[in-house]
C-alpha cells in the first residue's frame, strides 16, 4: 500500500482535492498542488484505460505523487458516493469540455450544494462560454488564437512551435493552479466556496502581457524576429556552433554587452551601437559566421567565468547531468524515471520527493476507508460495480 495522506509534507499540507481524471493541463494542475503537500485523489472511470503512449505508467509523470479510486459516475450509487467525498474535500478539479459534469450530475450546482465551501476548478482550452467553448482543439489551437503564436519564430517562414508549453502548461494547468489556490483561501475567510473557470487562450494571452505592453507602446513590430525577444536582436538569440550544437546569447543589459563584445574579441566603436536596430541583420549574421567557426564547448568555456549571458543549449540528457542543475537538484528519479523536482522551493515547509505513479483504481479501498466510507458500504458499491 502506498503512504497514507497525513505524511505529507509542504505547504499545502491538510488540503483534500478530487482530481477527475484527464490530459495534459488539468494532470499538471492536480501534479502542482500534489508536489506542494495537498492531497490529491485522482478519479478514474471504473476499468480505465488509455490508447495514449506512456499514460497509466510509471512514464506518466504528470500522474505522480497522487492515489487513484475508480468510480462509474453513470451508476447511481458511483455518483453519490462521488458526492459524499466532495463533502470532504476542499476542491475539485475537471478538464472536460463545458457541460459533461452537468449531464453526469456532478457539476458546480450539485457539488456545491453538497458543500457550500468546494472550490470547483475547470480547465479547457475556450473557456465556459463564447462561440467556440464546444470546440475541440489543442495547446496549439489556443494559443494561435492569443496573437502569441504569430509572434514566435523565424522571419519568412510558419510560426514556430513552442512545445505544448504556453497553452497546456503555462497558460493551462499553472494558471488553473494558482485559481485554486487563491479560492481555496478565500473560502477559509468567507465559508464560501465557488468555480474556477481557467481557460488555455486566458492564460496564454496572460503570459504574453509584457509583449502587449511593448505593441501598445509601439516598441513591438508585428514581423516575426524583428524585435527584441524574439531572435531579431543579435545580442537576444541562438546561434549554431562548428559541431552543430547551439548557444544561447541573453546579453540584453549594456553592461552585459560590453562583457560579451570583449570575450569575442570585437571592437565596440566598429561594432556599432547596440540599439541601432538598422544593423541588427548584419551583426546577427556576423556573430552567426563567428560561432560557425568552433564547437559549443568552446564557447562555453570562453564564457564561463563572466556575466556575458552566454549559456550552451543543452539536450534533455545533458541538462540533466548540468553541475547547476546537479547542485540544485533540479531533477530527482522516481522509480527509475529521471523528471523535474517539485518546485518552486521553501524554507519552512520543504516538499518531500513525489511517489510514482499509482495505477487506475488501485488505492480505491483504502481511499475510501481514509475519507470515511463504512466498510460495509465498500463491499455494497463493488457489488454494485460502482467502484
Known sequence: MRGDAPGRAGPLAGLKILEMVGIGPAPFCAMMLSDMGAEVVRVHPRNATSDIPFVNSKFDVLARGRRSIGIDLKNPQGKALLLDLVARADGLLEGFRPGVMERLGVGPAECLARNERLVFGRMTGWGQEGPLKDRAGHDIDYLALTGLLDAIGEKDRPPAVPLNLVGDFGGGGLLLAFGMVSAILAARESGKGQVVDAAMTDGAALLGSMIYGFRAGGGWKSERGANLLDGGAHFYATYLC???????????????????????????????????????????????????????????????????????????????????????????????????????????????LPEPPSRPGADTDAVLEEWGVEAGRIVELRRSEAI
Open 242 to 352: 562548428a559541431d552543430g550544437r547551439a548557444v544561447a546569447v541573453g546579453a540584453i543589459e549594456p553592461k552585459f554587452y560590453r562583457i560579451f563584445l570583449e570575450r569575442l574579441g570585437l571592437d565596440a566603436e566598429e561594432w556599432g551601437a547596440q540599439a541601432e536596430t538598422g544593423r541588427w541583420p548584419e551583426q546577427k549574421a556576423r556573430l552567426a559566421a563567428i560561432f560557425a567557426e568552433k564547437p559549443r564547448d568552446h564557447w562555453t568555456g570562453l564564457f564561463a567565468d563572466c556575466d556575458a549571458c552566454v549559456a550552451p543549449v543543452l539536450d534533455l540528457d545533458e541538462a540533466m547531468a548540468h553541475p547547476q542543475n546537479l547542485a540544485r537538484g533540479t531533477f530527482v528519479e522516481v522509480d527509475g524515471v529521471r523528471q523535474p523536482a517539485p518546485a518552486p522551493r521553501f524554507s519552512g515547509t520543504p516538499t518531500a
